[in-house]
């Protein structure tokens, strides 16, 4: 199954590759921030965990562990793996 | 208010960045690298020096500069804050750049994690297009070891064309071959021969165009491609840095603005939006880090991050996340207050032994009694309470502080917290400010340049006092000890007494939230900031060197500024206890004159001056407030918590009065240091007023509160 969701939206354990980065016009700099995070088209991606609010989740970008809210990571689409 | 995050930045960009050079013939080593890869690690191990270390993102914040011999040459080191790239945002990120950039370091030293290699080559490719002047360090290899991860230096150094250094900062033998690339890579001026990123056709066409203008207008004084390409995607926050480093803004040139004109016309032509070039340009830098990567490292595990995530689960689960919090807390404070009862006394033994002998000495040199009762009743006395009382806490909780800060589990708080700060429309990070705000506030108040956004950074700054920095917290520890658990060493009541503690904590956490709930819908209005906050992996603290560093960087530091302080507020204690006017001494006066007022509160007088005239450091609050006791008659010596308290009760202390104590002791003005550290980096009156009103509203209201519900309902 290949499917289109956004970054938010991936549950731990999941894996999948970046499609895109289109933030809001009023959140531009965190296109930016996460381009330097190394997350640029076709990364690949993991959700390695939540915290214990269920948000900000983990994902695992390029060997680092990196906490995103999901504000943020809302705006970052991602296909899934079967 | 217009605090937005593009208005960040300027303001603290220029936390001076001047190299102190011991001669003009002296080479400037810039240590740069991502967040948390060990640069101050290394900086700490090539200049001897002992900058504050640990295993969290952003630890580092200002400039340190060590110095370093080679062969007879000396080398000055600066540790820069670390940076994920050069094309900054934050303001320590602008630090960073520009220091690399037009700071012109005779060479730089790219400190790299080795467990997670591929995003530190980001910035190592953005920083060779800059200079050629690079060594590449790959540190923490035992950690990579560890993990089954290899790395093939011979390859990395020449796929990058620098070289590639691996380390293990940690232990001090393996930088000697570091030592040795520096003085190379400084003294042959062909020594190294960077590789420079293809950017896609469109742009090389576009930098074609530009460079040679630029190289014509800068002469060679710095790197014209790299230039180019910055002028195309040109950033507001550079143009400063251009004009000051050129003495003119090249951009406005009017050879280099038709070549600009020019490029970024084919650029558009070539269906390159202007706006994405940015995007462009680093994508195909992380394109291009991915691809090094993956022909020099070697993960020979696939589930090399295991043991992490399985900590992870457990220090973030939804279940056991804040439990384990609140134990870890509870855990430290009880070690620390159990562990502190036995030296404490045994120091003010010796200590007030010391004294007597000091006594009869002056007695026996005839030495006039002024100058005897300034001294020793004075000076001295002040000096023994406040090692004999601040001391053995100190001296157990930093070491059992920076177990924790090494271990990496700080970000999981700040991680854990994310959420309720984001209620508060603030930042997840200020809970690693919290943190250092247990250490320091003045300390806490600096970190909080790890925010990205100014508003929340402010916000961090005011509330940071609501946390007890080490000066305050054996006050606490002290009337806990006395009037809320029985006075024998039993288990019970130490872990009581730990209780109670961390739940006053948590009341000075809770109220952190409220605070700035309502700044941020107040004062500082706005909406919540991104957040993106590294987990880093968690390392095994070496606990040899953190007893050591952290009992003599810290716990020492912190006790001879104490002294500094406390030493001469004795001897104004004294003079003022001394002093009479109509019959009464100036003490008298000073504390009757607070009495009424202090009385509402539910403390006296005394307890009140005591936190005034501590204003200077919080940890001679208890000594003042002991000493101001005995210079009104009984003069006993401390010998034990009871008896301290059997003094206290014949003042006038009951129950009630120490809880009000204790409550004031969170909540009051910040101590002198903090308030002008907050004046420094806020540059603003009003932070500065708000972070001394706040807590002092609070704590007086709360103290009234407390009180009176006392009389009231007891």
Same mark, same amino acid.
């Given at each position: 199954?290949?499917?289109?969701?956004?970054?938010?939206? *991936?549950?731990?354990?999941?894996?999948?590759?970046?499609?895109?980065?289109? %933030?809001?016009? !009023?959140? $531009?700099?965190?296109?930016?921030?996460?381009?330097?995070?190394? *997350?640029?088209?076709?990364?690949?991606?993991?959700?390695?965990?939540?915290? %214990?609010?269920? !948000?900000? $989740?983990?994902?695992l970008i390029r060997g680092a562990v990196i906490a995103l809210r999901s504000e943020d990571s809302s705006a970052v689409f991602i296909r899934t793996k079967s | 208010m217009g605090l937005t995050h593009s208005s960040t930045g300027k303001e603290i960009s220029d936390i001076g960045l001047t190299v102190k050079k011991q001669s003009p013939q002296d080479m400037c080593?810039?240590?740069?690298?991502?967040?948390?890869?060990?640069?101050?690690?290394?900086?700490?191990?090539?200049?001897?020096?002992?900058?504050?270390?640990?295993n969290w993102p952003g630890k580092t914040v200002t400039n340190a500069q060590g110095y370093l011999l080679i062969d007879g040459e000396t080398y000055v080191l600066v540790d820069i804050p670390g940076t994920y790239s050069l094309l900054a945002h934050s303001p320590e990120e602008e630090v960073a750049r520009n220091f690399i950039c037009f700071g012109e370091p005779d060479?730089?030293?790219?400190?790299?994690?080795?467990?997670?290699?591929?995003?530190?080559?980001?910035?190592?490719?953005?920083?060779?297009?800059?200079?050629?002047?690079?060594?590449?360090?790959?540190?923490?290899?035992?950690?990579?070891?560890?993990?089954?991860?290899?790395?093939?230096?011979?390859?990395?150094?020449s796929e990058l064309g620098v070289p590639v250094v691996p380390t293990v900062a940690r232990k001090k033998k393996s930088l000697e071959a570091l030592k040795k690339t520096i003085a190379y890579v400084t003294h042959n001026e062909n020594g190294t021969k960077p590789v420079q990123t293809k950017y896609c056709p469109e742009i090389e066409k576009a930098i074609e165009i530009l460079q040679p203008c630029v190289e014509k207008k800068t002469s060679g004084r710095i790197n014209s491609r790299w230039l180019s390409l910055r002028l195309l995607d040109f950033d507001e926050s550079m143009r400063d840095e251009i004009v000051s480093f050129f003495g003119e803004d090249i951009s406005q040139d009017e050879e280099i603005k038709q070549a600009m004109e020019k490029a970024l016309s084919l650029l558009s032509d070539g269906g390159k939006d202007k706006d994405d070039l940015c995007g462009l340009i680093i994508s195909t830098l992380v394109g291009e880090s991915a691809k090094i990567a993956q022909k020099s490292v070697i993960y020979e595990k696939k589930d090399?991050?295991?043991?992490?995530?399985?900590?992870?689960?457990?220090?973030?689960?939804?279940?056991?996340?804040?439990?384990i919090m609140f134990l870890l807390l509870l855990f430290i404070f009880w070690l620390t207050i159990n562990g502190a009862n036995y030296p404490s006394s045994l120091l003010s033994e010796f200590?007030?032994?010391?004294?007597?002998?000091?006594?009869?000495?002056?007695?026996?040199?005839?030495?006039?009694?002024?100058?005897?009762?300034?001294?020793?009743?004075?000076?001295?006395?002040?000096?023994?309470?406040?090692?004999?009382?601040?001391?053995p806490p100190m001296a157990i909780f930093f070491p059992l502080f920076t177990l924790l800060e090494d271990s990496g589990y700080l970000p999981r708080v700040a991680y854990n917290l994310d959420k309720p700060f984001k209620k508060c429309k603030t930042c997840g990070k200020q809970a690693l400010t919290m943190c250092m705000g247990f250490g320091c506030n003045a300390a806490g108040v600096v970190g909080c340049r790890i925010i990205d956004s100014k508003r929340e950074r402010i916000i961090a700054m005011i509330?940071?006092?609501?946390?007890?920095?080490?000066?305050?917290?054996?006050?606490?520890?002290?009337?806990?000890?006395?009037?809320?658990?029985?006075?024998?060493?039993?288990i019970f009541s130490s872990i009581s007494a730990a209780f109670i503690l961390t739940l006053l904590i948590i009341s000075g956490i809770l109220l952190t939230?409220?605070?700035?709930?309502?700044?941020?819908?107040?004062?500082?209005?706005?909406?919540?900031?991104?957040?993106?906050?590294?987990?880093?992996?968690?390392?095994?603290?070496?606990?040899?060197?953190?007893?050591?560093?952290?009992?003599?960087?810290?716990?020492?530091?912190?006790?001879?500024?104490?002294?500094?302080?406390?030493?001469?507020?004795?001897?104004?204690?004294?003079?003022?206890?001394?002093?009479?006017v109509n019959d009464v001494t100036l003490l008298s006066h000073f504390s009757g004159f607070l009495d009424p007022f202090a009385k509402i509160m539910g403390l006296d007088g005394i307890i009140l001056m005591a936190f005034i005239l501590g204003f200077p450091a919080s940890e001679t609050v208890i000594p003042i407030m002991l000493m101001a006791y005995?210079?009104?008659?009984?003069?006993?010596?401390?010998?034990?918590?009871?008896?301290?308290?059997?003094m206290l009760v014949s003042n006038g202390w009951t129950i009630s009065t120490a809880l009000c104590t204790m409550i004031f002791t969170m909540f009051h003005w910040p101590c002198s240091t903090t308030v002008l550290t907050i004046k420094k980096e806020s540059k603003s009156f009003l932070v500065t007023a708000l972070s001394v009103l706040i807590p002092t509203v609070t704590g007086i209201v709360l103290c009234i509160a407390v009180n009176a519900a006392f009389r009231i309902f007891l």
């Open positions: 199954m290949n499917g289109i969701k956004s970054l938010c939206d *991936m549950t731990p354990g999941e894996h999948a590759r970046i499609c895109c980065i289109c %933030p809001d016009a !009023d959140n $531009k700099h965190i296109k930016r921030r996460m381009l330097d995070l190394g *997350m640029i088209n076709d990364t690949e991606i993991e959700c390695v965990g939540k915290s %214990p609010g269920g !948000d900000p $989740k983990a994902f | 080593i810039a240590i740069a690298g991502n967040p948390n890869v060990g640069k101050s690690t290394v900086f700490n191990a090539l200049t001897g020096m002992n900058q504050h270390t640990g060479a730089v030293i790219l400190v790299c994690d080795a467990t997670c290699l591929e995003r530190n080559l980001n910035l190592v490719l953005q920083t060779i297009e800059i200079t050629s002047k690079v060594i590449v360090c790959v540190n923490l290899m035992d950690e990579a070891a560890k993990k089954h991860i290899k790395i093939n230096c011979k390859k990395l150094s090399y991050d295991k043991t992490d995530r399985k900590l992870d689960r457990l220090f973030t689960g939804r279940l056991s996340a804040y439990p200590l007030f032994y010391i004294q007597d002998k000091l006594l009869l000495l002056f007695d026996y040199l005839n030495a006039p009694k002024w100058l005897s009762g300034a001294l020793i009743l004075g000076a001295y006395r002040m000096l023994a309470w406040v090692v004999s009382v601040m001391l509330t940071n006092s609501f946390v007890p920095c080490n000066g305050r917290f054996p006050i606490l520890i002290a009337v806990i000890g006395m009037f809320f658990v029985g006075s024998s060493a039993k939230f409220l605070i700035s709930r309502i700044l941020s819908s107040t004062v500082f209005a706005g909406v919540p900031s991104s957040f993106t906050l590294e987990l880093p992996p968690y390392r095994r603290p070496q606990i040899g060197k953190v007893l050591v560093r952290s009992i003599f960087d810290r716990t020492l530091f912190v006790l001879g500024r104490a002294a500094a302080v406390s030493a001469p507020a004795g001897v104004i204690i004294w003079i003022l206890a001394n002093t009479e005995m210079s009104q008659g009984m003069l006993i010596e401390y010998e034990s918590l009871a008896e301290l308290k059997n």
